[in-house]
């Protein structure tokens, strides 16, 4: 994941239209999810071209992971993952923190969850905090420095963008396989 600078924080009526456009991205993925995921059984959901593939189910837990992750840093709360039972609910194999960053073969592999409601329901609970942090962000909290980990260090408003761009990007990924899916069926 690169980071990269953006725009001076947006003020006054920028700052309503910063809001509303990060709140139509995030809803874009919020509203493609659940057709990700409709009328496919637990073995689709979880097929992989190859053994160094990933699977619809574990790019939908993945980009609702990144996306419950990153938004809980640049709101300071504890993550939906956590705090709503899900960790619990999906029982992976993975540190509680995990997120699926730089995962092996062998740690997407072991991704077990078949059931697509479930996975909606997180994404689903992550996009509603997604909107409650993005629709309470300030012009000073998208100009604060998020992660100093980078050089530069990275802003609330670059860690926003980075989160569309990733989670779109797996949306996508998601998208496709759902294509080989389905034509597997034929």
């Given at each position: 994941m690169t980071e990269t600078p953006a725009a001076a924080a947006p003020?006054?009526?920028d700052l309503?239209?910063?809001?509303?456009?990060?709140i139509d991205a995030f809803g874009r993925v919020a509203e493609g999810v659940p057709a990700l995921l409709?009328?496919?059984g637990g073995e689709e959901i979880l097929w992989r071209p190859d053994?160094?593939?990933n699977s619809i189910g574990w790019l939908v837990w993945h980009l609702a992971r990144v996306?419950?992750?990153?938004?809980a840093g640049v709101a300071g709360r504890e993550q939906i993952w956590t705090t709503a039972g899900f960790a619990k609910r999906?029982?992976?194999p993975y540190a509680a923190r995990s997120i699926g960053y730089g995962?092996?073969?062998?740690?997407?592999?072991a991704f077990s969850v078949a059931d697509g409601s479930l996975l909606a329901a997180y994404h689903a609970a992550v996009h509603a905090e997604t909107v409650e942090i993005v629709q309470g962000l300030t012009a000073a909290d998208f100009a604060r420095i998020v992660d100093r980990r980078w050089d530069p260090p990275v802003t609330a408003a670059v860690?926003?963008?980075?989160?569309?761009?990733?989670?779109?990007?797996?949306?996508g990924q998601a998208a496709y396989l759902r294509g080989l899916v389905e034509r597997r069926r034929a």
């Open positions: 003020v006054g009526d309503s239209l910063s809001h509303a456009l990060l409709d009328g496919l053994e160094d593939s996306q419950d992750d990153h938004l999906f029982d992976l995962q092996s073969s062998q740690e997407v592999a860690r926003l963008v980075s989160v569309v761009n990733d989670i779109t990007q797996h949306a």
